[in-house]
Structure formats: structure tokens, C-alpha cells
């Protein structure tokens, strides 16, 4: 897990680099295009395009002969059926280039949204830090002590609770990466909390399980570790007139490399 | 042919861009050509008072104001009660011509008292599918006030207009404006304020408090022997698609968002966890707005998004914690706030959450003992920090040749609720009958009262110093201010002086509950200053006749001015509504407008028909200061930037002088007259 963020953290570092965290547009229009015509490509050199071609031709047919003879009760349900047995086949042709084209767009998708849906905190914020125990991992809440940088200060907590998690309520003082190191038994564990210096990518959430595929911000915890997951919730990143928030990016990544597929499809010549 | 066609499109075109243009530049030249007007509205301040401070060097920009221009008392509407006298304000009519008499109307068919702020809500019908109630026509609540207010006028002649929390404007009537409602905006509940407060302790009296009372206790959720965890419900709005259409809400009728409270094992700390939202606070902590979402369908469709702020007053030996009533988010109204709809949002993007109920100040808590004055007076500071906030966003977007207006309820609601433990109209009275229950109190409050005149000062200050040069600065209020000593129930007073008759023989009743003989009852009160003759074929078991209720009313009238306290007046002057009132919604006008001496006020309990058991009585209760008396012993306000020619303004002249700064004609009606005018 912690590698696979790390390439693929460092390689959108570079991508992502030229225009800065500033720009948000225009990486919001570029990537979902390079998106669409990526998939497109790939969908061309994957997919049986001949046989996607002769599925729709053969719905085609069967639509119109259920147009055609609808007087025919039982030629309408013939037809019926072998349209839907084409549409089958049609929707079997997709599965491969779905599960080809999956990863690298989910990993385009979570780069997208560590680097532009979250902002970083401000002097004087107010944020939750919440850490959660891993089940079964033999610490006690009691047990979980931070040590917090001079440029964040504590306004109250800990709050342990039953259920295994420890709350602070902290005030942003200073610009830059402040570190809070965090203790449960004899491990150790940073967590930056980004204040200030402009949009940039805001780690969220550090986390021991697959989720941490997700928020490549920051490095996953260890398997074994004591900590189930350590995060904070900043504030969603303005990008207006785009969506906001991780749902807001998701959501506009898929409309728009949706619609330049769909735009380019017969410029490259693929069959959908 | 294509070409002549062409050319004559361009010329079209062309000719309305042109008209375009020069009609957008006459509506800013409308404005441009006049300096702009900044009226602060300041609930209640008393000119008595204020001369006072000001004397005594205490309130700089005010005494400032005074020498520069002009400080004088404000007529005040009759009865002189907030949402009377901001509709007068607000239309500059008197109450016969907006029809708002009281806080509280009376429906005649049924004699409940009715919400003057609203019309009764048509509840349509509906369609019942899978426990669900569709409903299908019915309309939503209406503003009852009438009559055109000033914004319009102005909006028509070019000016830009933006006016923040004016009372009596819930339900926003539409308007081009941009007018945030203020006194009478509900919460989420539909109701004016309605707070929870989870305890682990046993309450006393419960029934007859304002708020949500949830006895709760803690759980040992980790089994380690110590209680940590608390789970209760906060409630919102009411389920509307699990009730048949007019049907009254119950208890358990309500949405609810699940509440949380966690407890930490060692520190005085408590993480409080309200639908998706939370919060970590020590004990004497407020939390910041939390929005909670309620869901009246399926699958969460329609959710609607309500913001509510948490209290931490105790963590041990007993938990304690106050949940505020949850307000109506600005960031998505569940309904209309504002005009147009989208204002409330627009100052929420520039402000962040903000009070949305018409009266944030939490009276009930106060009232119903869950505040100590320590605590309302840090609640009030909240308040305090959103009016100084929204006043600032207000001064920013002024420009000359706009007009805006900023209500402010710093004083009345504290004047309202501190006033037994310092007069500040007069030092030397003698003490409160409130006051003995709060006598601790004293020495760190007594003087909290000139404490929120000194701030609205420093408010006044920032305007004076921001506004551009040759801005009609106004500041006004709506009524002053006297003690409120002495409880009277009207209804009671009726009954022992035979105008009210209760069934059964019974002594005390409820006129809510069935409790009065109608056949037998000739006139009743409901509402601060209402009384109403039970006329025949206006009240639905009416008996007197109409030519005989002038001669009723002035045998009551002249009675209630004979009536004495000992050696005090209780009723100084008892009004005709035929007599004082003029317009199209006279006849809706109580039969009679009780104008109390200072220090008297109806009770609340009369004040919605109950009858007690005794007459009058010492007010024990907090809310001890008052002005729902005669109008002559509560006037308000009025200073100005520049100097008044004459003495004996009223508030519609203060509305008259809004419209006659543009040049702008009186709407129909209209009364009051340009206080600059000679």
C-alpha cells in the first residue's frame, strides 16, 4: 500500500507540478479529458470492438423487428429476448476494459482529490484531531499521550471515549506542517496538520487498513499498529465553478470524461 | 431583403442596448444624486436612560450624535409592543392599517389565541401511501402584515436597499429587497425558541417549562466501572409526512437527530456528537454552530438542515448540557428567511452561521432557571459577536446612495430579563420583587443593562466613523423601557367584576380549555394588551349585540382607569380600538387596548386566557422589566446626524423620512410626514 502511494504520489507530483496547487481549473479540465481519450484508447485496444459492433447491429435488429411486427405476439417476444441476450453480450464485452481501465482511473481520481478538494487549515481554525485504536491491538485509550508542536495549540482534551478513540480540540497558531507526535505503548506515530501557505495537498486521514489507498497525503500506518486510523477534517477546498469536496471532484471527473469520450469517440475511431 | 432585415435587428438591438443603458444609469442616478441613509434600529432603548449615560459621559458616540444633530423621544405605537411598532415602522401605518395589534391575536370562531405574525395556515389535503401523508394543495404560512413597506418604494426608485433582521418580516412577504427576517423568525420546531437541556438530575416542575427536558443517565459502555456515555435525541421539525394535514403536533411528532455525549474518564471534558456533527468542550464551553440534518423521507431525500449550538454547564457530579433551540441554517434554509431566498445563503458565504431565530437571546433558559445570569449573559455575547459581525458585513457594502438598516436587540431583551437587579431609569428605586431570588447576582450584574447600552455605543461609533461623508445616520427604537413590578390578570379582573363567567362555578379555568360560559361572558381578554366584548355574530358564542358594546366598553374602560394598586394607578388610560385606530383591518383591532401605568403589565398566563386565581400579584419571575403599557410612559428614540426643526416625531415619520430622502412619493395611506421637513 505505502508504495504503491508513493510512486504513484510522486509520479502526480511531477504531472501536477507545472501549473502548481493554484491553478485547480485547469488540472480539473485537463485531467478528466486525458482521462476520457486515455479510456477510450484503451477500450479500443482491449475491447472485442468487432464484436461490440456486431452486438449493437444485432439489438438494432431486434428493436425493429419488434417495431415492425408488433402484431405478432410471439415474434415481439422472440425478438425481445434476443435483444436482451445481445444486450447481454454487449454489457460482457465491457468487463474487461472496466476492469483494465479501473485502476488507473481510481488512482487519477484519489490523486485529484488529495492535491484539490481540501484546503489547508488557517491561523486561528479550530479543528478535531481524532484517533481511533485498533481493535484487539492491547492499548487502552488512556494509554494514547501526543506531544504537539509549538504551532498548534491544545484547547482542550484528551477526550477518551468507550469506544476506543481519543479526541483533541486544537487552534492553529503558525503557518507550515505542523507535526504532532502521537503515543500508544511503545509506538510512535507523526500526523501533519497543514495550516496556511496556500492550496497544496492536505493529508486527511493515516490509516493502517486499504483505505489508505484513498489518502495518499500522507503515509499509511504501519499493519501492525496500534492506531486504526489518526485524521483530521479540513475544510473542503472553494473551487469554484467546480464542485467542491471529494464527492464534488468525483463527480465532475466522471461528467467530464465522460462527455469527452463521448465527444471523441469517432475521431479515434472506437466503438462504444 | 435579408439585408434590410439584418440592418433593422442591428438597429434593435442597438436602440435597446442603448435604452438599457440609460434606464440602468437613471435607476443609479436615482441614487447616486442623494447621500445614502444608515438607520440603526435599537429594540427598546430608552430615552431616559440614554440621557443618563450620555450625561454621565458613558455613551461618547451617542453624546456625539446628541451635539452634531438631534436626540429626542419617538412616539411609539399603541400597544407599544415590538412587532407592533416595527410594523408601524416598517409600513408607516398605524396598526389599523397593517393589521398586527399584539404578539397575539384572538380567532374569534374559536376564541384561541392565534400567532399575529402569521394567517392561518390553509393545511390542505393529502394522500396517504406506505404510512407517508403526500400533501396535495394547502398553502404555506402567509406574513399578515399590511400595507407596503418602505423597501419597496426605494427599490422602485433605484435605491439598493438591504435591511437585516426586521421584526414582524417572517414569513418574508416578497420583495426586491434584500430583507433578512428578524423578531418572529421561528426555528426548526416552528415554534420562537425552543431549548433542550439533558440532565442527569431529577427537574422540578418541568411542565411548565419553555423547553425540551430530557432526564437522561449515563451508561458504562466500556464496562470499567465508571459511566462515560449518554444517548439521547435532539428534536426538529415536525414529521409533516407522518401527519395527516392540520393536525397539531404532539410530543413525539417530531424529527429527531440522535445526540451523543461522551464523557471522559478523568477530565472534565465531554465530545458531543449531534447527527454527523461534533464537538469537544469543557465545562463553561459553547460550541460553534453544528449543522444537524433531519430526514422527513425515505433514503435521506429532502433532508432539511437545521443548526444547533451545545453548552457544557456541568460535567460532575452530574452532567448538565444545553442544546440551543436549533435555529433554521442560513446555508440552506429548510424555509424562507430572507428576500430574495438566496440572501440568507449570500450572508452566510460571507459570515459563516449566524442566529436565524427572530429572538436569540434565550429567554426561556433564563426564565425556567437552566441559566444562571452568568450563563445568559455569556449566551447574550454570542449574539452580541453575530450582530457586530453582520453590522460590519453591512458597512462594507454600503455605498453611497444606499440605504440600509441593522436591527439591534442588545438592550430589549436585556432590559427584559436584568432589569430586577438594577433599575437603570432610576438608581434609587426600591428593589424588584424578582430580585430577592437573585440577590447574589446583584453585585456582578447590576449594572449589566448599561453595560449592553455601552456597547450598542461602541456599535454606533464604527458607523459614525465608516459611513460616507453625508450619510443620514438615524438611530431609533421602537419603544422605551419601565420596571415591570406588578402582574395582572385581566381575565381575573373580568371575572370578579362579572364580565367573565366561568362554567360550573368554577373560580379559575382556562378559556384554551372550555372553561368559560359564553352565554354569560361579555367581554375577555387575550393578548399583552387585548380585550375583546363577546359580540354577537363576530365571536362564535357572542351575546352581546354591537350597538350595545360602546356602552360595555366604556363602563369597563372607565373602571379599569379607577382601579387602584393601594395608592397606584394600575390602568392609566384604557383605549377604543374604533378610536384609535384607522384603515382596512380596523375591524380585525381589539375592542380595547389596556394602556398600564409603569410597573403593570398583563401576565403571560392571562395573556393566553387562563384565569387565575388572584388579581394582581408581585412578578417574581425574571423577565422584570417591561413596556407592553401605555404608550405615553415607554416612548422610544430618535437621533439623527443632522438637526430636527421640530419636537414630537412618531415612527411613522421616520418611515416618511426614508421615502422623502429620494423624492419619493408616500405610498396610499401612508401616514407621517419628513422630520427635516419644516
Redesign the interface.
Known amino acids: 500500500m505505502q508504495t504503491f502511494n508513493a510512486i504513484t504520489s510522486r509520479v502526480f507530483d511531477v504531472l501536477l507540478a507545472p501549473f502548481g496547487h493554484r491553478w485547480a481549473w485547469f488540472d480539473l479540465l485537463l485531467w478528466p479529458v486525458l482521462a476520457g481519450v486515455a479510456a477510450l484508447l484503451i477500450y479500443k485496444l482491449v475491447s472485442n470492438q468487432k464484436g461490440i459492433a456486431d452486438a449493437k447491429r444485432r439489438m438494432m435488429v431486434s428493436l425493429l423487428e419488434v417495431v415492425l411486427y408488433r402484431e405478432n405476439v410471439l415474434g415481439v417476444l422472440v425478438s425481445t429476448v434476443k435483444g436482451l441476450a445481445q444486450n447481454l453480450r454487449y454489457l460482457g464485452y465491457n468487463i474487461l476494459p472496466m476492469l483494465v481501465m479501473i485502476v488507473p482511473m481510481t488512482v487519477i481520481m484519489v490523486q485529484l482529490v488529495a492535491n484539490y478538494a481540501y484546503a489547508p487549515l488557517k491561523q486561528g481554525d479550530?479543528q478535531?484531531l481524532e484517533v481511533t485504536l485498533a481493535p484487539g491491538a492491547g492499548s487502552s485509550a488512556?494509554s494514547v499521550t501526543a506531544d504537539f508542536p509549538a504551532g498548534v495549540a491544545v484547547e482542550?482534551?484528551?477526550?477518551?471515549?468507550?469506544?476506543g478513540r481519543v479526541?483533541?480540540?486544537l487552534r492553529m497558531l503558525e503557518d507550515g506542517d505542523q507535526v504532532v507526535t502521537l503515543r500508544a505503548g511503545d509506538e510512535t506515530e507523526p500526523k501533519i496538520i497543514p495550516v496556511g501557505n496556500g492550496p497544496r495537498k492536505v493529508p486527511v486521514l493515516r490509516t493502517r487498513t486499504w483505505e489508505a489507498l484513498l489518502y495518499p497525503g500522507e503515509a499509511a500506518l504501519p499493519a501492525g499498529s496500534a492506531f486504526e486510523t489518526i485524521k483530521l477534517a479540513p475544510p473542503d477546498r472553494n473551487l469554484k465553478p467546480f464542485p467542491s469536496g471529494e464527492g464534488g471532484i468525483l463527480l465532475w471527473f466522471f461528467a467530464a470524461s465522460l462527455v469527452a469520450g463521448f465527444l471523441l469517440r469517432k475521431r479515434l475511431g472506437v466503438t462504444l | 431583403m435579408r439585408r434590410a432585415a439584418g440592418l433593422l435587428l442591428a438597429v434593435l438591438l442597438l436602440v435597446g442596448r442603448l435604452d438599457a443603458l440609460s434606464s440602468a444609469h437613471a435607476a443609479d442616478g436615482k441614487a447616486a444624486d442623494k447621500t445614502g441613509i444608515f438607520v440603526l434600529g435599537v429594540d427598546g432603548m430608552d430615552p431616559v436612560v440614554l440621557q443618563r449615560l450620555i450625561d454621565e459621559g458613558k455613551m461618547p458616540s451617542f453624546a456625539k450624535l446628541a451635539a452634531t444633530g438631534s436626540f429626542q423621544s419617538l412616539g411609539t405605537a399603541n400597544p407599544p409592543q415590538s412587532p407592533v411598532a416595527w410594523s408601524t415602522f416598517v409600513t408607516g401605518l398605524n396598526p389599523g392599517g397593517h393589521g398586527v395589534f399584539d404578539f397575539v391575536h384572538r380567532d374569534p370562531k374559536t376564541y384561541l389565541p392565534i400567532s399575529s405574525a402569521t394567517l392561518p395556515e390553509d393545511p390542505g389535503s393529502a394522500v396517504s401511501l406506505f404510512g407517508y401523508y403526500i400533501p396535495i394543495g394547502g398553502k404555506t404560512p402567509q406574513n399578515t402584515r399590511g400595507g407596503v413597506p418602505f423597501w419597496d418604494p426605494l427599490m422602485k426608485a433605484g435605491v439598493d436597499v438591504e435591511v437585516y433582521r426586521m421584526p414582524g418580516n417572517y414569513p418574508p412577504p416578497p420583495s426586491d429587497a434584500k430583507v433578512l427576517s428578524g423578531m418572529g423568525t421561528v426555528d426548526m420546531r416552528g415554534g420562537y425558541g425552543t431549548y433542550s437541556w439533558f440532565t442527569t438530575y431529577p427537574v422540578q416542575g418541568r411542565e411548565h417549562m419553555k423547553g425540551d427536558i430530557h432526564q437522561v443517565s449515563l451508561s458504562?459502555?466500556?464496562l470499567?466501572g465508571k459511566p462515560?456515555?449518554v444517548r439521547a435525541t435532539l428534536k426538529g421539525p415536525p414529521d409533516v409526512f407522518r401527519m395527516p394535514p392540520g393536525h397539531v403536533p404532539g410530543d413525539a411528532d417530531y424529527l429527531t437527530v440522535p445526540v451523543t455525549f461522551?464523557?471522559?474518564?478523568?477530565?472534565d471534558?465531554?465530545?458531543v456528537e449531534a447527527g454527523d456533527s461534533?464537538?469537544?468542550?469543557?465545562v463553561g464551553?459553547w460550541s460553534?454552530w453544528l449543522p444537524v440534518k433531519f430526514h422527513p423521507l425515505p433514503a435521506s431525500l429532502l433532508p432539511l438542515e437545521g443548526i444547533v449550538r451545545f453548552y457544557v454547564r456541568q460535567v460532575r457530579p452530574g452532567l448538565e448540557i444545553y442544546a440551543s433551540p436549533v435555529n433554521i441554517s442560513p446555508a440552506n434554509p429548510a424555509q424562507d428567511i430572507s428576500t430574495p431566498s438566496s440572501f440568507a445563503n449570500e450572508l452566510y458565504a460571507l459570515l459563516g452561521y449566524y442566529y436565524t431565530q427572530g429572538m436569540p437571546e434565550d429567554t426561556n433558559a433564563l426564565k425556567d432557571r437552566i441559566f444562571d445570569d452568568d450563563d445568559y449573559k455569556r449566551q447574550v455575547a454570542l449574539v452580541q459577536q453575530d450582530t457586530t459581525a453582520m453590522l460590519d458585513l453591512a458597512l462594507t457594502r454600503f455605498e453611497p446612495g444606499d440605504t440600509t438598516f441593522m436591527y439591534l436587540s442588545d438592550i430589549d431583551l436585556q432590559c427584559h430579563m436584568l432589569w430586577r437587579l438594577g433599575d437603570p431609569k432610576n438608581l434609587d428605586a426600591p428593589p424588584h420583587p424578582a430580585r430577592a431570588a437573585d440577590e447574589h447576582a446583584v453585585a456582578a450584574h447590576g449594572e449589566d443593562i448599561e453595560g449592553y447600552y455601552r456597547h450598542v455605543d461602541q456599535l454606533l461609533g464604527g458607523v459614525l466613523e465608516r459611513v460616507p461623508e453625508g450619510t443620514l445616520v438615524i438611530v431609533m427604537s421602537d419603544h422605551g423601557f419601565q420596571p415591570y413590578t406588578r402582574k395582572v390578570n385581566l381575565n381575573a379582573w373580568l371575572r370578579d367584576n362579572g364580565y367573565l363567567v366561568l362554567k360550573d362555578g368554577k373560580h379559575t379555568g382556562k378559556i384554551t380549555t372550555g372553561d368559560v360560559d359564553w352565554t354569560k361572558t361579555r367581554a375577555y381578554g387575550l393578548g399583552f394588551n387585548a380585550l375583546y366584548v363577546n359580540q354577537r355574530g363576530r365571536e362564535a358564542e357572542g351575546i352581546v349585540e354591537r350597538t350595545a358594546a360602546p356602552a360595555l366598553l366604556a363602563e369597563i374602560g372607565a373602571k379599569l382607569e379607577a382601579w387602584r394598586d393601594g395608592d397606584a394607578k394600575v390602568v392609566r388610560r384604557a383605549f377604543l380600538g374604533d378610536k384609535i385606530y384607522s384603515g382596512p383591518r380596523t375591524a380585525e383591532a381589539p375592542d380595547m387596548v389596556v394602556g398600564y401605568d409603569k410597573g403593570y403589565g398583563c401576565s403571560d398566563e392571562s395573556t393566553l386566557g387562563e384565569i387565575s386565581e388572584t388579581v394582581i400579584e408581585d412578578n417574581l419571575s425574571r423577565w422584570s422589566g417591561n413596556h407592553l403599557m401605555d404608550p405615553e410612559v415607554v416612548p422610544g428614540v430618535i437621533l439623527t446626524n443632522r438637526k430636527l426643526p421640530r419636537t414630537g416625531y412618531a415612527l411613522p415619520d421616520v418611515t416618511a423620512t426614508l421615502l422623502a430622502h429620494y423624492g419619493v412619493p408616500l405610498p396610499q395611506g401612508m401616514e407621517g410626514k419628513d422630520v427635516f421637513a419644516p
Open positions: 479550530v478535531l488512556r482542550a482534551g484528551p477526550v477518551r471515549t468507550a469506544d479526541f483533541w480540540r | 458504562d459502555d466500556d470499567d462515560d456515555t461522551r464523557v471522559d474518564p478523568e477530565h471534558a465531554v465530545l461534533r464537538a469537544l468542550l469543557r464551553e460553534d
